[in-house]
T-cell receptor
Framework: AQTVTQSQPEMSVQEAETVTLSCTYD???????LFWYKQPPSRQMILVIR??????QNATENRFSVNFQKAAKSFSLKISDSQLGDTAMYFC???????????FGQGTRLTINP | KAGVTQTPRYLIKTRGQQVTLSCSPI?????VSWYQQTPGQGLQFLFE???????NKGNFPGRFSGRQFSNSRSEMNVSTLELGDSALYLC???????????????FGPGTRLTVT
């Protein structure tokens, strides 16, 4: 069975700062995807960024980038130039290839302060 | 294109009752997954349906069941409700998921179930 661990329950930074959210996972699968999802207060869960395990290059989406360390089973999210709208719960998730089931971490509540 | 819709958005039930939640996926999506979100247990996978068949199931008691219709709309049912069933129930839809390539899952707004 796969497990996903987020060790930071809460984080808080000032607007425009850079913040890094941590995630580790455990799996015996060789083909899988890793995701970061954002759940703003009282709003829908949306996908922030994804990483295919077979790709060595770290994924980036505008201000969001990941540091994927496959051997260490680590998958951190870096948010650059943080904005007030980044305030949300962030979930790290695992999905093995060919399946739809997502295994989520416990989440990190991120607050961006003005 | 309309997003994933879930009805009702809020629900209050009494212990022992049963409840049915509905999820309408994005048009053309054939896979629907359900998740339970609670402060204590986080997000947990309930089950996934594809082409009217349950394709995967999480570790929940038999009181939790679901189905999918020919138009891909899905329902989940919880019988004999317990206080611990109070949660946000999320559904997510995707095109297929059976191919080797990746397809994104889109989440609905959820149904907030409160059991008293």
């Amino acid at each position: 069975a796969q497990t996903v661990t987020q060790s930071q329950p809460e984080m808080s930074v000032q607007e425009a700062e850079t913040v890094t959210l941590s995630c580790t996972y455990d799996t015996s699968e060789s083909d899988y995807y890793l995701f970061w999802y954002k759940q703003p207060p009282s709003r829908q869960m949306i996908l922030v960024i994804r990483q295919e395990a077979y790709k060595q290059q770290n994924a980036t989406e505008n201000r969001f980038s990941v540091n994927f360390q496959k051997a260490a089973k680590s998958f951190s999210l870096k948010i650059s130039d943080s904005q007030l709208g980044d305030t949300a719960m962030y979930f790290c998730a695992f999905r093995k290839q060919g399946a739809q089931k997502l295994v989520f971490g416990q989440g990190t509540r991120l607050t961006i302060n003005p | 294109k309309a997003g994933v819709t879930q009805t009702p958005r809020y629900l209050i039930k009494t212990r022992g009752q049963q409840v049915t939640l509905s999820c309408s996926p994005i048009s053309g999506h054939r896979s629907v997954s359900w998740y339970q979100q609670t402060p204590g247990q986080g997000l947990q996978f309930l089950f996934e349906y594809f082409s009217e068949t349950q394709r995967n199931k999480g570790n929940f008691p038999g009181r939790f069941s679901g189905r999918q219709f020919s138009n891909s709309r899905s329902e989940m049912n919880v019988s004999t409700l317990e206080l611990g069933d109070s949660a946000l129930y999320l559904c997510a839809s995707s095109l297929d998921g059976t191919s080797g390539s990746w397809d994104e899952q889109y989440f609905g707004p959820g149904t907030r179930l409160t059991v008293t």
